[in-house]
């Protein structure tokens, strides 16, 4: 048990040192020590090395190192701020091994937390960062914006998981002072 013990205290040692520099999910944090333990233990048995991993996961949660809710309210609350919508936010989470009701959970907790429609304010947000709709701008040279604009201006912000009506409101919109009005209005502003 002598040899459990050094494995254990290594592996804390790295989660610890994980952990002290970036915010965590459990996936995650069972990824790195994988990772760790392949390349410095590489001698041990798989079987009982997935069990020490696993024992200090749990560790690391039980202590309170780490915590998918908390993760998953930050993120969402980081990503909204940035103009991201309510897909991205699902895939960016899921993608960090977070697990769907945790997502679902984190999200309209977010939403719930505003007396605005948070899905435009960050479709706005999105819309100013990459000059799309109300704050487009013509090309360098030009003064005006060549047709075809507005299709793409939508496809863009559909592809960014924005609903049909969300970027409906979002196109329909003359310029930026309106879209900065309506943003006002709401939490963003």
Not at 21 to 26: D, I, K, L, P, W
Not at 118 to 137: D, N, T
Request: with cysteine; aromatic share 8%.
């Amino acid at each position: 048990m002598r040899q459990d013990d050094k494995i254990l205290k290594r592996l804390e040692n790295k989660a610890l040192h994980y952990l002290g520099r970036y915010a965590s999910t459990e996936a995650r944090l069972k990824e790195v020590l994988g990772r760790f333990a392949k390349r410095k233990m590489a001698d041990e048995d798989p079987t009982r090395m997935g069990k020490l991993i696993d024992d200090m996961v749990k560790t690391c949660r039980d202590k309170g190192y780490v915590n998918d809710q908390v993760f998953a309210e930050q993120k969402t609350a980081s990503l909204r701020r940035q103009g991201a919508s309510r897909l991205q936010i699902k895939r960016k989470l899921y993608e960090r091994g977070v697990a769907d009701p945790v997502i679902n959970q984190a999200i309209s907790d977010y939403d719930d937390d505003h007396d605005h429609d948070v899905e435009i304010s960050a479709a706005l947000i999105y819309a100013r960062k990459r000059r799309l709709g109300p704050y487009r701008k013509p090309p360098i040279g030009q003064s005006e914006m060549k047709d075809g604009w507005r299709d793409r201006h939508y496809a863009s912000l559909a592809r960014a998981g924005y609903s049909a009506k969300t970027v409906g409101i979002i196109m329909a919109l003359e310029d930026s002072e309106a879209a900065e009005a309506l943003l006002t209005e709401g939490y963003f502003g």
